[in-house]
């Protein structure tokens, strides 16, 4: 019988809401993101999300147990939405930011929640630090937002993991798309198992890259506009 891992299942389950909330939503709560398509200049926004290699790691080692996998990260994201002007890019890394704790309170589930938030320095024109620290009886979470306005871009990545030390990886994954990733135009190739490329695709840090720390793509999705 194949065992189930609920630790895992749940927040994967989680992890990743906030960009589909914030594409799909018909009427979001006071307070809350916006849909994506309601923001003014919205070009284009994507969507790609790393997770850990579970087919992977059960086939290597048949006896690993749930906890094994809820060490270090579990699970990373990012976003990026394209704007016709700077302007509209800084409103919608406002909008976003000032929506992330009505989004957090649903997101933490069960357990106590503490959310603290941080600028971040040298990073794009501005950027910010959300991180989500839910606790029960059994198990401590670390779900860290990272949110940049660079240009005609807003990014936000986050991050997943089992400790605070680690979790900082959605700060890493943001600079790269702000200094290393590449814009490669309007053509791009949809694969929605986590291996789109060209157009915003170009961004988003290969597969061998060392910051992933061995995470897999999982899926991809076009947020904007609707396919």
């Given at each position: 019988m194949k065992r189930i891992y609920p630790?895992?299942?749940?927040?994967?389950?989680?992890?990743?809401?906030?960009?589909?909330l914030a594409a799909s939503a018909q009427t979001p709560p006071a307070g809350a993101i916006p849909n994506i398509s309601e923001f003014e200049g919205i070009e284009a926004a994507i969507s790609r999300t790393w997770s850990l290699d579970v087919e992977g790691m059960i086939a290597?080692?048949?006896?690993?147990?749930?906890?094994?996998?809820?060490?270090?990260?579990?699970a990373l994201s990012a976003m990026v939405l394209r704007f016709d002007t700077a302007e509209q890019a800084r409103a919608g890394y406002d909008a976003f930011l000032a929506g992330m704790d009505v989004e957090l309170v649903d997101l933490a589930q069960a357990g106590t929640p503490t959310v603290t938030d941080e600028p971040v320095d040298d990073l794009g024109d501005t950027a910010s630090a959300i991180t989500l620290n839910t606790s029960t009886e059994d198990q401590e979470t670390f779900f860290r937002f990272v949110l940049v306005h660079h240009g005609e871009y807003f990014f936000l990545t986050s991050a997943l993991a089992a400790t605070s030390d680690v979790v900082v990886v959605a700060d890493e994954l943001a600079a790269y798309l702000v200094n290393d990733g590449e814009d490669q135009g309007d053509e791009a190739n949809f694969v929605a198992e986590g291996t789109s490329s060209g157009g915003l695709w170009g961004l988003m840090p290969t597969e061998d890259n060392e910051l992933l720390g061995g995470l897999?793509?999982?899926?991809?999705e076009t947020l904007f506009p609707a396919p």
């Open positions: 630790p895992l299942v749940c927040l994967l389950g989680i992890a990743f809401a906030l960009p589909i290597a080692t048949p006896d690993i147990e749930p906890a094994d996998f809820d060490q270090g990260v579990t897999i793509p999982i899926f991809d």
